[in-house]
């Protein structure tokens, strides 16, 4: 059974920051790509974050400079640091995995909320 739970998710105000886990489990971790999708209230979920095998990252205009991603692959975890955090950066974070060689992201996590708010 493939499993992604994140956590860390939380009220801030702007300018905080907070850190956000994901641990996967059922899957080959070392052989899928990961990312963070950000999903505001009543929009569509988009890809704020992604992490090669190789650990090549690329980074969602919105979030350049301030949102760091990276992984450890012998804990099956993704991470995502969350800097200087704005208003706009509020909804749901999501964790996904995306097989080598796969044009799209297989397997989601349930999600975690973040609010920014002063």
């Known amino acids: 059974q493939v499993q992604l739970v994140e956590s860390g998710g939380g009220l801030v105000q702007p300018g905080g920051s907070l850190r956000l886990s994901c641990t996967v489990s059922?899957?080959?971790?070392?052989?899928?790509?990961m990312g963070w999708f950000h999903q505001a209230p009543g929009k569509q979920r988009v890809v704020v974050a992604s992490?090669?095998?190789?650990?090549?990252?690329i980074y969602a205009d919105s979030v350049k400079g301030r949102f760091t991603i990276s992984r450890d692959n012998a804990k099956k975890q993704v991470f995502l640091h969350a800097n200087n955090l704005r208003l706009e950066d509020t909804g749901v974070y999501y964790c996904?995995?995306?097989?080598?060689?796969?044009?799209?992201?297989?397997?989601w996590g349930q999600g975690t909320q973040i609010t920014v708010s002063a």
């Open positions: 992490i090669s095998t190789a650990n090549n990252i």
């Open positions: 059922g899957i080959d971790f070392g052989r899928h790509v």
């Open positions: 996904a995995a995306k097989p080598l060689r796969m044009g799209s992201y297989e397997y």
